[in-house]
């Protein structure tokens, strides 16, 4: 320190005084302009020393301070000095010329500092003063899908809101909701960035006062492993944060999703009964597989799926032993499907004698909660209509997938529990990876009853599709291609140039030309109706069923363990069964209240109806009507679909 003379410790320190910001800067514009003033007036005063003009008392001296001060302030006061001498005009003119620089600097303080406050407003530091509020951690391209539907769930509430903390800039996130989500009827959204795992980021959200927390991924299904897995470790972080900054004595729901099972486990256990975890791949490849079982599958999940349409609700009264099957026709709106027991069980299409205890909520399929009520007198008498014997007999199968990605494996494990032995699998892929070709391998050795084959073409040329004959499989699945990092955009536009390509060649060869059904995931529900029109059976939207998942959950958790259900072979699912089943004659004149009865006779729950003339009618939603009026007419042909929750196809 011996070396450092008083300049450069002067320096330091004003360097330092500078640094603090605009305030410091005001301070040393207002010193500077105290220290011209007094130098310029002093100058005055000097000048008048020398060369008098006028009555020298004091109250002269401060006229000239007065006029240096006007000098200073605005230049045009230079004018008071014309009549006098050429002494006082340099006096002046140092006064205008010091005046017009520290005003400048000033105006350029002044807006640089609105600006920095205005940057900062947009950014939004200030605390989120919010209450019950559903929270969102973090930002993928489902974001839009959940809050469309929790726009959706809200519109029965008073001021609802919607808070999203993400490390995406907040005029990114504001930008993009305002050209993507225009339309949010009462609900408000409000963005902040920051980190999602930081305590103090967490409490300017108001994470303590929040109804439910739903914590995203920040990549996608197609991601890399090592990707996956570090997302997984930062959703780990989080829940962690969300547990720490909980109220003691509040409870909420913490629905997260999580790529890795062993992760998944973890999760959970940060607050057991409280964090809910989601993988979307299981999901999806589940629903791919049993829409491949019954052709319309993918439109009732997407109805009931999400808040726009049928829903699921739980309900409770003081059953006093009421039978579960008689309660579907003292509904007007809405089928009984299940039961949650007082314990938290939940038991799917229990037995129509099954006794409703007093702690008991039954879970129903409704338009809306506020139209459920249960009536004293039956809102419909069904026919006693013979139910035609018999089942559906299974046979071998032959299934191809084109396009490979991590819910392949799962769909193909899935696939063994509901086909015959001895049924076929053809997987087409492009250049597959070596790490593509042992999970094949894997499969083909674990996997007895399905005869699993690896076909190396290029799915997007008609000619590769040609030499598969795809008109004479049952079912033909479309994925997308993994570890790409592809916007969804291109993705699905690959998906339709398969489509179109499969649909010429089903035209060229209608003679040879079975049943066979197409089945295809797309990313982005812009592109529905697109994809409607290309000549597939059914279509998995990825985003919008994960989405919708997440968002049902975390307004009722127990909405998890009634899909683990349905997504299984274990159980119930819902199937789409021909009329043919059900009744020895077609065409058949029935109401929908027959339709419950005949199904209640095959130890099944009819949820609804597909006419078959309608199935390639967007606008008729696919030909599929859930929970119609009881009353309601309906003249069946064969090829029509009872829509049931059963436990088996057959």
């Given at each position: 320190m011996s070396?450092?003379?008083?300049?450069?410790?002067?320096?330091?320190?004003?360097?330092?005084?500078?640094?603090?910001?605009?305030?410091?800067?005001?301070?040393?514009?207002?010193?500077?302009?105290?220290?011209?003033?007094?130098?310029?007036?002093?100058?005055?005063?000097?000048?008048?020393?020398?060369?008098?003009?006028?009555?020298?008392?004091?109250?002269?001296?401060?006229?000239?301070?007065?006029?240096?001060?006007?000098?200073?302030?605005?230049?045009?006061?230079?004018?008071?000095?014309?009549?006098?001498?050429?002494?006082?005009?340099?006096?002046?003119?140092?006064?205008?010329?010091?005046?017009?620089?520290?005003?400048?600097?000033l105006i350029a303080i002044v807006t640089t500092a609105l600006d920095q406050r205005i940057a900062q407003l947009k950014k939004g530091y200030s605390k989120v003063i919010e209450q019950n509020h559903t929270l969102i951690l973090g930002w993928n391209e489902r974001v839009i899908e959940i809050l469309r539907e929790l726009i959706m769930a809200n519109e029965s509430e008073k001021d609802p809101s919607v808070v999203i903390l993400s490390e995406v800039e907040k005029e990114a996130m504001d930008d993009y909701l305002k050209t993507q989500l225009p339309n949010r009827k009462n609900t408000r959204i409000v963005t902040r960035s920051g980190h999602t795992s930081s305590l103090i980021d967490l409490e300017q959200v108001s994470v303590e006062s929040c109804k439910s927390v739903i914590v995203l991924a920040n990549c996608n299904d197609n991601a890399s492993r090592q990707d996956k897995l570090s997302n997984d470790a930062k959703?780990?972080?989080?829940?962690?944060?969300?547990?720490?900054?909980?109220?003691?004595?509040?409870?909420?729901?913490?629905?997260?999703?999580?790529?890795?099972?062993?992760?998944?486990?973890?999760?959970?256990?940060?607050?057991?009964?409280?964090?809910?975890?989601?993988?979307?791949?299981?999901?999806?490849?589940?629903?791919?597989?049993?829409?491949?079982?019954?052709?319309?599958?993918?439109?009732?999940?997407?109805?009931?799926?999400?808040?726009?349409?049928c829903e699921m609700y739980f309900y409770h009264r003081d059953w006093q032993n009421v039978k579960f099957g008689y309660l579907q026709y003292h509904l007007r709106d809405g089928v009984p499907l299940g039961i949650r027991s007082a314990d938290g069980k939940i038991t799917m299409n229990p037995a129509p004698g099954t006794a409703?205890?007093?702690?008991?909520?039954?879970?129903?399929?409704?338009?809306?909660?506020?139209?459920?009520?249960?009536?004293?007198?039956?809102?419909?008498?069904?026919?006693?209509?013979?139910?035609?014997?018999?089942?559906?007999?299974?046979?071998?199968?032959?299934?191809?997938?084109?396009?490979?990605?991590?819910?392949?494996?799962?769909?193909?494990?899935?696939?063994?529990?509901?086909?015959r032995a001895e049924s076929e699998l053809d997987i087409v892929i492009h250049n597959p990876t070596d790490e593509t070709r042992e999970q094949i391998a894997e499969l083909q050795q674990n996997l007895g009853n399905l005869k699993i084959s690896l076909i190396e073409k290029n799915p997007l040329t008609n000619h590769a599709l040609l030499e598969l004959q795809p008109?004479?499989?049952?079912?033909?699945?479309?994925?997308?291609?993994?570890?790409?990092?592809?916007?969804?955009?291109?993705?699905?536009?690959?998906?339709?140039?398969?489509?179109?390509?499969?649909?010429?060649?089903?035209?060229?060869?209608?003679?040879?030309?079975?049943?066979?059904?197409?089945i295809t995931e797309v990313l982005d529900s812009n592109n529905q109706e697109l994809i409607a029109k290309a000549?597939?059976?059914?279509?998995?939207?990825?985003?919008?069923?994960?989405?919708?998942?997440?968002?049902?959950?975390?307004?009722?958790?127990?909405i998890k363990a009634i899909y683990d259900d349905l997504f299984q072979e274990e159980g119930s699912e819902i199937y789409l069964k021909p009329a043919s089943l059900y009744f020895e004659q077609c065409p058949v004149d029935v109401t929908f209240a027959d339709m419950m009865a005949i199904a209640q006779k095959r130890n099944e729950i009819c949820m609804g109806v597909r006419i078959h003339e309608h199935a390639e009618d967007i606008d008729q939603n696919f030909g599929v009507k859930l929970i119609p009026e009881k009353n309601t007419q309906y003249t069946l042909q064969s090829d029509d679909m009872l829509v049931v929750l059963a436990e088996d196809e057959l």
């Open positions: 070396n450092v003379g008083i300049r450069q410790v002067l320096r330091y320190r004003f360097d330092n005084f500078i640094a603090k910001g605009g305030g410091s800067i005001f301070i040393s514009l207002v010193a500077v302009f105290v220290v011209i003033l007094l130098v310029v007036a002093g100058l005055r005063g000097i000048i008048f020393a020398f060369y008098p003009e006028g009555a020298g008392d004091f109250g002269h001296v401060l006229r000239h301070v007065y006029i240096t001060f006007l000098q200073l302030t605005d230049p045009g006061n230079m004018a008071q000095d014309i009549p006098t001498s050429a002494h006082y005009k340099v006096a002046a003119v140092l006064a205008g010329l010091a005046g017009v620089i520290l005003l400048s600097m959703v780990i972080k989080t829940v962690l944060a969300v547990a720490a900054s909980k109220q003691e004595g509040r409870a909420y729901n913490i629905v997260a999703e999580v790529f890795d099972l062993n992760n998944r486990r973890i999760v959970e256990e940060i607050s057991p009964g409280e964090v809910i975890t989601v993988d979307a791949q299981d999901i999806l490849a589940k629903i791919l597989v049993q829409t491949s079982r019954s052709s319309g599958l993918a439109v009732v999940y997407s109805e009931i799926l999400s808040f726009d349409g409703l205890q007093s702690g008991d909520d039954i879970l129903i399929l409704a338009e809306d909660d506020s139209s459920i009520k249960i009536r004293r007198k039956p809102v419909a008498r069904p026919r006693i209509l013979a139910l035609k014997p018999g089942k559906l007999e299974p046979r071998k199968e032959r299934n191809l997938i084109l396009g490979w990605n991590a819910k392949a494996v799962i769909f193909s494990e899935q696939l063994t529990d509901y086909v008109f004479t499989y049952d079912n033909i699945i479309i994925l997308s291609q993994s570890g790409s990092p592809r916007d969804p955009e291109r993705i699905d536009s690959e998906t339709v140039m398969i489509l179109l390509q499969l649909r010429a060649i089903f035209s060229a060869h209608a003679d040879e030309a079975g049943t066979t059904k197409i000549g597939v059976n059914d279509f998995i939207i990825s985003n919008r069923f994960v989405s919708n998942i997440l968002a049902q959950i975390s307004e009722e958790a127990d």
